[in-house]
């Protein structure tokens, strides 16, 4: 059995209805109880208004009815909404104000809450999902998906993935960030099972891990920081689960030193490399990264364009075009004039923000954010330059570079971050360098992400880079005014809810840490 994501209904229903399709946190669903379920579903929300091209929010945190309420939600033709309860309160209810649904469904309750938004369809017919990302303002966007751009996610992942018969993913972001969106319509599409993870399981890293091989998940998808933390754990290997064969990775650069280290941990694993901003449906490129990529390439590149879709390079920045690209921002004309065109074949295209560079073969590379440019001493530098050429260095699994600031805004100094292979011995030095408390940086405007990871990090042990160990190899790579003031190794890189490195976190640590 299936979910035909062309018919929005369940297909083959007589075929292995009793294979396993959700392993929620709380409890297991077949693909015969998923269709049920959802049925019944649908048959609530239709009773309480419910219908084509209304929304509804979908709150909860990896229970089996939240993949039950979005597999309904296609059924109805009603867009999903997923906003994570892990999420503040304030900002659910504004993302519910926001698209304006009559009902919003509590997974954990099994409960359906009606507000007071009547029943009205959304403008922007036939979406799938409306996902709010984090907005410059502070203020929600919300990113309208299409069903026809869900379809086409789904018929690339089983075309170029080689992802194997019904594949088992290992789901752990939340459903608020689109990187979950692999999962659920790669589960629904190609009949496999999606095995939800929970804050509460993952922290318990060997009884987790063992959770997973009962499970027999095939296909590891999460950001390479969630990666990263795992190697922490001896039992993250082939021996601890066995039929993991790819690792599926988005959101964040991938770094080489952790794909060196799942080689020798997985050395049967497929390593697959995407990109793509949440406005073009999870990810628009590709590349498996093998032995021969590591080689050729000291910085990763993301990946050939996805069937059907163009990737251009205007003025540096990365340009998509497909019918996997957005219906638009919800009620956000000016927004959507200022990032959204029309290309000269008629197809909806997107000005990503990012900077990137093509070759002649259509490999792509992502240079990181136009916004990510700072200026200092006059010169306009790219910060995400600055950190890969830190990724680079010898010993260190992942690095970024950030911008220290003043209330003003301007910057004071750049400031690189390492976190080392684990036993690395750094001897350091005292090199406090400027002094920071002098310069009034103390409640500065750092960019970073909204709703951070504080349980899960502290300032931990910082310990200065010495410059002999970083300066040289860095000066090879960069002029000098894109040197950072210092470098400085912590234990472990603070975490966003979508396991993301958290910028903002790290310079709070960094302000606090008494050896500044």
Not at 101 to 109: D, K, M, R, S
Not at 157 to 178: I, T
Request: glycine residues 8%.
């Amino acid at each position: 059995m299936y979910f035909d994501l062309h018919e929005m209904q369940f297909a083959d229903v007589a075929l292995d209805g009793e294979r396993l399709a959700v392993a929620g946190s709380d409890r297991g669903l077949s693909w015969s109880a998923l269709r049920e379920q959802a049925g019944l579903w649908a048959q609530r929300a239709r009773s309480l208004g419910a219908g084509p091209d209304v929304p509804i929010v979908l709150s909860g945190h990896k229970q089996a009815a939240f993949f039950t309420a979005m597999a309904a939600c296609l059924m109805l033709g009603a867009p999903f909404v997923p906003v994570d309860s892990i999420y503040p309160e304030e900002r659910r209810r504004r993302i519910t104000d926001l698209v304006g649904a009559p009902l919003i469904y509590h997974a954990g309750t099994d409960a359906f809450e009606t507000t007071t938004n009547a029943a009205k369809p959304l403008a922007e017919k036939g979406l799938a999902y409306v996902l709010f990302t984090s907005g410059s303002t502070g203020e929600p966007k919300g990113v309208q998906i299409g069903r026809e751009s869900v379809r086409l996610l789904a018929q690339w992942m089983q075309a170029s993935f080689r992802l194997g018969a019904a594949p088992v993913f290992m789901n752990q972001a939340p459903f608020s960030f689109d990187l979950s969106m692999f999962e659920v319509f790669g589960t629904l599409s190609q009949g496999g099972t999606c095995v939800l993870n929970s804050r509460e399981q993952i922290p318990d890293g060997p009884a987790w891990l063992q959770h997973l091989a009962r499970e027999r998940i095939s296909c590891w998808v999460s950001t390479p920081s969630f990666a990263h933390q795992q190697l922490l754990n001896k039992e993250f290997c082939t021996a601890g689960l066995p039929l993991l064969d790819t690792f599926l990775f988005c959101g964040e650069v991938l770094p080489h030193a952790l794909c060196r280290r799942l080689k020798q941990r997985f050395p049967q694993a497929r390593i697959l490399n995407t990109y793509g901003p949440t406005e073009a449906t999870v990810a628009t490129t590709l590349i498996e990264v093998d032995q021969a990529v590591l080689d050729a390439h000291p910085v990763l590149p993301v990946g050939y364009a996805k069937p059907d879709c163009e990737i251009e390079i205007h003025d540096g920045e990365i340009c998509i075009v497909g019918e996997h690209v957005m219906r638009g921002y919800l009620n956000q004309p000016e927004l959507n004039q200022a990032r959204m065109f029309r290309h000269p074949n008629g197809r909806r295209g997107l000005r990503t923000g990012d900077l990137g560079r093509l070759d002649d073969d259509g490999l792509l590379w992502c240079l990181g954010r136009r916004d990510d440019q700072v200026k200092l001493n006059g010169y306009r530098i790219e910060l995400s330059e600055i950190s890969l050429a830190l990724q680079a260095l010898d010993e260190v699994k992942n690095a970024i570079c950030l911008a220290l600031r003043r209330p003003d805004h301007t910057v004071v100094r750049l400031i690189g971050f390492v976190e080392m292979v684990r036993g690395t011995n750094v001897q350091g030095t005292n090199v406090r360098g400027t002094n920071v408390r002098g310069t009034n940086v103390r409640g500065a405007n750092v960019q970073g992400t909204n709703a951070r990871d504080t349980n899960a990090w502290g300032a931990g042990a910082w310990t200065p880079y010495p410059a002999a160990s970083w300066k040289p190899a860095l000066e090879r790579r960069l002029p000098s005014y894109m040197l950072p003031s210092e470098v400085v190794t912590v234990d472990a890189f603070p975490m966003s809810v979508n396991h993301k490195i958290d910028g903002k976190a790290l310079l709070e640590g960094y302000l606090q840490n008494p050896k500044q």
